[in-house]
């Protein structure tokens, strides 16, 4: 469903992704992790056509999204870290606006919408303004919204950042029924460990733009001779406290060359 083969993408003289080759099969969940920094993001936005590689290749569900971005774009759903939703409108109406840009027609639309806010526990709330929503119930929104469309995609960058531990189980609960019933891909990011070895059937960890391992998460317990994902997590990637700050200004400067970049 997703294969990537020597995928590169540099701003400048910075290389934040180099040269990472991974596949991912129809209805696999795939937990992409790394620290901060490390990449995830930046290849997360080349798959789902937000940035164009430097070098290498991606195919999305027999699909080049450098050249067929439409198409490919009616595959996938995704859900970024940054709410995404507008506050001033219900559930409802959020679900409705994202229907009609995907063209779904009426009927299937709004039938489509009563199954997901019933599946993630939001239909008693459809008519409240989504400012009144706990921040569980913004990302339940969120997920429920990305799979309106019947994606055969779903990209969930650190969905459940910030959420409480019930919130995170019952999202997750959502996320893998819909997985097994629709046969939805998942490609996931988190720093939630527990979460990554529990719900993920495969894994890849990638650190300073390359990857540096791959396989099922007692595959990589193993392959490290780790008791825990955890603990194999940090002995891929180092047990260095990442500067968030540095990370932080590498992207506004990545984000400033993009942006002019994309002005001429």
């Not at 590169?8 to 790394?34: C, D, H, P």
């Not at 706990?134 to 995609?153: C, N, Q, V, W, Y």
Request: one cysteine or more.
């Amino acid at each position: 469903m997703i294969c990537v083969q020597n995928l590169v993408k540099t701003f400048g003289s910075f290389t934040a992704v180099n040269g990472i080759s991974f596949e991912v099969a129809e209805g696999e969940i795939f937990a992409f992790l790394g620290p901060n920094g490390a990449g995830k993001t930046t290849t997360i936005k080349m798959l789902t056509t937000l940035l164009r590689p430097t070098g290498g290749s991606i195919v999305l569900d027999g699909l080049n999204p450098q050249f067929e971005q439409n198409e490919a774009r009616k595959r996938f759903g995704i859900v970024f870290q940054d709410p995404s939703l507008d506050g001033d409108l219900t559930a409802w109406e959020n679900m409705e606006i994202h229907g009609v840009l995907y063209h779904l027609p009426h009927r299937l639309r709004h039938h489509r919408m009563e199954e997901l806010l019933r599946l993630f526990e939001l239909w008693d709330r459809r008519n409240d303004q989504v400012k009144k929503f706990s921040g569980g119930m913004k990302r339940r929104l969120e997920i429920a919204r990305g799979f309106l469309h019947t994606p055969r995609i779903l990209f969930l960058d650190e969905p459940t950042l910030g959420l409480d531990p019930q919130s995170r189980n019952q999202l997750w609960t959502h996320v893998k029924k819909l997985n097994e019933t629709e046969r939805v891909t998942v490609f996931l990011t988190t720093h939630y460990m527990d979460e990554a070895d529990r719900v993920a059937h495969r894994i890849g960890v990638i650190d300073h733009g390359k990857l540096a391992a791959q396989g099922t998460p007692a595959e990589i317990k193993q392959q490290t001779g780790a008791t825990n994902l955890e603990d194999a997590f940090l002995a891929l990637t180092g047990s260095t406290i990442r500067d968030e700050e540095a990370n932080s200004a590498d992207k506004m400067r990545q984000f400033a060359r993009m942006w002019s970049g994309g002005r001429r």
